[in-house]
T-cell receptor, first 112, second 114 residues
Framework: EDQVTQSPEALRLQEGESSSLNCSYT??????LFWYRQDPGKGPEFLFT???AGEEKEKERLKATLTKKESFLHITAPKPEDSATYLC?????????????FGRGTQLTVWP | DTAVSQTPKYLVTQMGNDKSIKCEQN?????MYWYKQDSKKFLKIMFS???????INETVPNRFSPKSPDKAHLNLHINSLELGDSAVYFC?????????????FGPGTRLTVL
């Protein structure tokens, strides 16, 4: 059973069209939830860590939020350079320390 | 300065060969990891080391053997390569194991087994 489910699998937005990506998770206890961005041919680039429900973090056009069951990555007025695959991962307090469970990602395309 | 580096970036080899991938981090982190990303882009952990001690050893064929000569280096040796080993392998590091520290990834090594 997947611990992390991301939706949608793919999302196409026009430049300036705001939207949200979803990451739902199933863990015995959340140690941390992580968002990464991955460009083609590159390694995942760290964006945010969220630790507890109600927490929010922002970086430029991106804002990540967390509830007890899911996280959202809100993208406000996206630009073509925001096109990438966005990965969500969780650390479970019930698992071996350091183990990250990744979702399968949302491939975002922003067209001009 | 590159935080987590891997060599080589591309590796093309024949079935049955033995190959190694090297990883180095200059972040001063205690923990390092190896991940495999399959053709569907799914990232899955293979191994982790903390202060040169093996912590996570996922269900990986024993043809895969990690080695950590020091805290800054984690290498991956693969014996008797098979077609199914073709994937992108990522090294990562984090400050430690506890505390929910973020992991920083290298650029990846694309392994193609012919």
């Amino acid at each position: 059973e997947d611990q992390v489910t991301q939706s949608p699998e793919a999302l196409r937005l026009q430049e300036g069209e705001s939207s949200s990506l979803n990451c739902s998770y199933t863990v015995s206890g959340l140690r941390g939830l992580f968002w990464y961005r991955q460009d083609p041919g590159k390694g995942p680039e760290f964006l945010f860590t969220l630790y507890s429900a109600g927490e929010e973090k922002e970086k430029e056009r991106l804002k990540a939020t967390l509830t007890k069951k899911e996280s959202f990555l809100h993208i406000t007025a996206p630009k073509p350079e925001d096109s990438a695959t966005y990965l969500c991962a969780v650390q479970d307090r019930g698992s071996t320390l350091g183990r990250l469970y990744f979702g399968r990602g949302t491939q975002l395309t922003v067209w001009p | 300065d590159t935080a987590v580096s891997q060599t080589p970036k591309y590796l093309v080899t024949q079935m049955g060969n033995d190959k190694s991938i090297k990883c180095e981090q200059n972040l001063g982190h205690d923990t390092m990891y190896w991940y495999k990303q399959d053709s569907k882009k799914f990232l899955k952990i293979m191994f982790s080391y903390n202060n040169k001690e093996l912590i996570i050893n996922e269900t990986v064929p024993n043809r895969f053997s990690p080695k950590s000569p020091d805290k800054a280096h984690l290498n991956l040796h693969i014996n008797s390569l098979e077609l199914g080993d073709s994937a992108v392998y990522f090294c990562a590091s984090s400050q430690g194991l506890a505390g929910g520290y973020e992991q920083f990834f290298g650029p990846g090594t694309r392994l193609t087994v012919l």
